[in-house]
């Protein structure tokens, strides 16, 4: 059983930046960050696929947020930068056996993380 371990989540202020790690305990295909608020489904921000490095990213995301990844380390970023209140979320690390579709469907991917919590206030 593959484990996710986030960190870096916090409060910043509008216009600000964050990073968020997730370290895996073993090798998958691909992981990507998710994110969820008490009133919407969980949705996909950035995926990245461990050999080759190709990435894909939410509308939202895109422009502003950075997936990068250490696979010395097994280990994934997601770079944020701009956030609004809008960002405010539980952020999660996935991981799966597979490539994830461009949507960045929830149910590619097996193994979540506990999760991370991110709150863009002033």
């Known amino acids: 059983e593959v484990q996710l371990v986030e960190s870096g989540g916090g409060l910043v202020q509008p216009g600000g930046s964050l990073r968020l790690s997730c370290a895996a305990s073993?090798?998958?295909?691909?992981k990507a960050w998710f994110r969820q608020t008490p009133e919407k489904e969980r949705e996909g921000v950035a995926a990245?696929?461990?050999?080759?490095?190709?990435?894909y990213y939410s509308d939202s995301a895109e422009g502003r947020f950075t997936i990068s990844q250490d696979n010395a380390k097994n280990t994934v970023y997601l770079q944020m930068n701009s956030l609004t209140p809008e960002d405010t979320a539980t952020y999660y690390c996935?991981?799966?056996?597979?490539?994830?579709?461009?949507?960045?469907?929830?149910?590619?991917?097996?193994?979540w993380g506990q999760g991370t919590p991110v709150f863009v206030s002033s």
């Open positions: 996935a991981a799966a056996d597979g490539a994830p579709s461009a949507v960045l469907f929830p149910g590619d991917f097996r193994y």
């Open positions: 073993q090798y998958t295909y691909s």
């Open positions: 990245i696929t461990t050999i080759g490095g190709t990435t």
